[in-house]
């Protein structure tokens, strides 16, 4: 049972237009939510995070969104980027301390 | 330079011929884990370990063992590979699992590629 989701396999946006990626979840006991991103032949690596306490956190041209009564948040790049192109994951942390990923979305960012 | 290393980075090995993946960190991190990454499905959870001789089970860890000896490494041991266990895996670490979003920040590894013939 796929306790976050996402549901878009892919996405493709024209540079400097905004990338929104979109992650659903099932269980209301998180309390912190995460996005990695992964370039080819690398590792993820952390880009943004969220407590369950707020409904927004921004960082640069990433803003992260929680509804928490849809389970729902999303990831905002604004304006997107070339370099923007790569794998994105969400991640939800358990009330155990478990990272639990979704199966990731692939940003393509056209020039 | 903070980092979590894994070796090898390629492995292509057949059926039943047992193999570890090395994993280690050099930031004095009490958490680590291994996932694999599987087309579709995203990252899952192989195993994990909160702190030295302390290790657990993830959500698919069938056919793996790991230990944790030592705080900085944590090695993903095959004792008889399969053909489903091909797979790109990643290890991460992490300061804990609690408290704010910076102990979640899970750093990973470059990844390996494995293939079982």
């Known amino acids: 049972d796929q306790q976050v989701k996402q549901n878009s396999p892919s996405l493709s946006v024209q540079e400097g237009r905004i990338s929104i990626l979109n992650c659903d979840y099932t269980?209301?006991?998180?309390?912190?939510f995460l996005w990695y991103k992964k370039y080819p032949a690398e590792g993820p690596t952390f880009l943004i995070s969220?407590?369950?306490?707020?409904d927004k956190n921004e960082d640069g041209r990433f803003t992260v969104f929680l509804n928490k009564s849809a389970k729902h948040l999303s990831l905002h790049i604004v304006p997107s980027q070339p370099g923007d192109s790569a794998v994105y994951f969400c991640?939800?942390?358990?009330?155990?301390?478990?990272?639990?990923f979704g199966q990731g979305t692939t940003l393509q960012v056209k020039p | 330079e903070a980092q979590v290393t894994q070796n090898p980075r390629y492995l292509i090995t057949v059926t039943g011929k047992k193999l570890t993946v090395t994993c280690s960190q050099n930031?004095?991190?009490?958490?680590m884990s291994w996932y694999r990454q599987d087309p579709g499905l995203g990252l899952r959870q192989i195993y994990y370990?909160?702190?030295?001789?302390?290790?657990d089970k993830g959500d698919v860890p069938e056919g793996y063992k790991v230990s944790r000896k030592e705080k900085r490494n944590f090695p993903l041991i095959l004792e008889s590979p399969s053909p489903n266990q091909t797979s790109l895996y990643f290890c991460?670490?992490?300061?804990?699992?609690?408290?704010?979003?910076?102990?979640?920040?899970?750093?990973f590894g470059p990844g390996t590629r494995l293939t079982v013939l």
């Open positions: 991460a670490s992490s300061r804990g699992t609690s408290g704010t979003s910076s102990y979640n920040e899970q750093f």
């Open positions: 269980n209301s006991m998180f309390d912190y």
């Open positions: 969220i407590s369950s306490i707020k």
């Open positions: 991640a939800a942390r358990s009330n155990t301390g478990k990272l639990i």
């Open positions: 930031m004095n991190h009490e958490y």
């Open positions: 370990s909160m702190n030295v001789e302390v290790t």
